[in-house]
C-alpha cells in the first residue's frame, strides 16, 4: 500500500489523493519562449526511472495541492511538502 504524508492532514492511504504530474516549473517570462520551448513546457515531461518530484491533491480530505519526492522505481515516497516560490531551484 502506498501511503502518502498530506501536509496537512498526516499520513494517508493513496486513494484519498489524485496524482497531479511531474513538477514542470512555468518559465519566468512565457512571452518570451518562442513556439518550439513553449511546447515542451506543455507536453514534455522527463518520467525518468528515479526520484521525481509530482504534484498531489487530497482530494478526500483537506483540498490541497502538494509536492511529493518519489522515487518511481520502487513508488518509496521520501518528502511531501507544501509548494512556495523558489523552493525547488534547479530540479524539473
Known amino acids: 500500500m502506498l501511503v502518502l504524508t498530506c501536509p496537512n492532514c498526516g ?3 493513496a486513494s484519498e489523493f489524485r496524482f497531479g504530474g511531474e513538477y514542470n516549473p512555468r518559465p ?5 519562449c518562442n513556439d518550439a520551448e513553449w511546447t515542451d513546457y506543455l507536453y514534455l ?12 491533491y487530497h482530494n478526500a480530505g483537506c483540498g ?5 519526492e518519489r522515487k518511481t ?4 515516497v521520501t518528502k511531501t511538502y ?3 516560490p523558489n523552493s525547488i531551484v534547479g530540479k524539473s
Not at 28 to 32: L, N, R
Not at 45 to 56: A, F, P, S, V
Not at 73 to 76: E, I, L, V
Open 82 to 84: 507544501l509548494w512556495q
Open 64 to 68: 490541497i495541492w502538494f509536492l511529493a
Open 11 to 13: 499520513n494517508r492511504n
Open 28 to 32: 519566468q517570462d512565457p512571452s518570451a
Open 73 to 76: 522505481q520502487t513508488n518509496q
Open 45 to 56: 515531461r522527463n518520467n525518468r526511472m528515479d526520484m521525481q518530484t509530482e504534484w498531489w
